[in-house]
């Protein structure tokens, strides 16, 4: 069983940053992925960013490319999300998922991922 706890939401104004982290417990294996969704109300789970346990490889949505960054500390079993010039439209919940075994294959679909944060709000102000 995986447990995922995301922290590092909060509100900011438009053309700033902001770092999300999601610590994981549990076995997350080498060949794992992690990843970032976001939602807002009435919409479905948008996939944002994922990153392979063991590569690093990342993947991520062309929404956001160039302007947020995924990674992941294996040691601290802990993904992030960095984000630079946020806008408003980035305004959402975003929830932090894992699959602990991956193919080599973007994960890009919420069904792809059994495990899954609480999430937390990101508010980009205008």
């Known amino acids: 069983q995986v447990q995922l706890v995301e922290s590092g939401g909060g509100l900011v104004k438009a053309g700033g940053s902001l770092g999300l982290s999601c610590a994981a417990s549990?076995?997350?294996?080498?060949?794992?992925?992690m990843g970032w969704f976001r939602q807002t109300p009435g919409k479905e789970r948008e996939f944002v960013a994922a990153?392979?346990?063991?590569?690093?490889?990342?993947y991520y949505a062309d929404s956001v490319k160039g302007r947020f960054t995924v990674s992941r500390d294996i040691a601290k079993n802990t993904l992030y999300l960095h984000m630079d010039s946020l806008r408003p439209e980035d305004t959402a919940v975003y929830y932090c998922?894992?699959?602990?075994?991956?193919?080599?294959?973007?994960?890009?679909?919420?069904?792809?991922?059994?495990?899954w944060g609480q999430g937390t709000q990101v508010t980009v102000s205008s």
């Open positions: 990153v392979r346990r063991g590569t690093g490889t990342a």
């Open positions: 549990g076995v997350i294996g080498s060949s794992g992925i």
């Open positions: 998922a894992a699959r602990a075994v991956a193919r080599d294959r973007p994960y890009t679909g919420s069904s792809d991922y059994p495990y």
